[in-house]
């Protein structure tokens, strides 16, 4: 699944012109709620808001584990990454979840360079 970003602006005022490049096509790497979890320009995995992007690719990778929430919400991830807790636990270096994460981002993601971009894209 890749989107462009569009409008950096989302709803809740968070501005993410100082993570991805307007324009920017990205791969998405999972789904939360109404958030998309890419990588920004510098390379973490972080949600942003999926108003501000265009759809570019639907199709969803096929090794995506689905699952909703008590309200309907949908949460779509790679095995192990829907797992509570992940992604805080990167975010605070933990260095074995980030050798997990990198492992397993080139394994599943193989055209996405560092920064979440696909491969040709700006």
């Keep these: 699944m890749r989107v462009v ?3 950096p602006l989302a709803s809740d ?3 993410f012109r100082h993570s991805l490049t307007v ?3 990205y791969e998405v ?3 939360e709620c109404d958030s998309l979890r ?3 320009d510098s390379g973490e995995p972080v949600l942003f808001d999926a108003d501000c992007f265009e759809l570019v690719d639907s199709s969803e990778p096929p090794f995506w584990l689905s699952a909703f929430g008590d309200k309907g919400e949908r949460y779509a991830y790679p095995p192990g990454w829907g797992v509570p ?3 805080e636990a990167w975010h605070d270096g933990l260095a074995v979840i980030r050798e997990v994460f990198a492992e397993q981002l080139a394994a599943w993601y193989p055209g996405v360079a560092r920064s979440g971009r696909t491969n040709g894209s700006g």
């Design 5 to 7: 970003l569009r409008n």
């Design 13 to 15: 005022g968070r501005n």
């Design 23 to 25: 324009g920017g096509e």
């Design 29 to 31: 790497l999972g789904i």
């Design 38 to 40: 890419l990588l920004t």
């Design 85 to 87: 807790g992940f992604f």
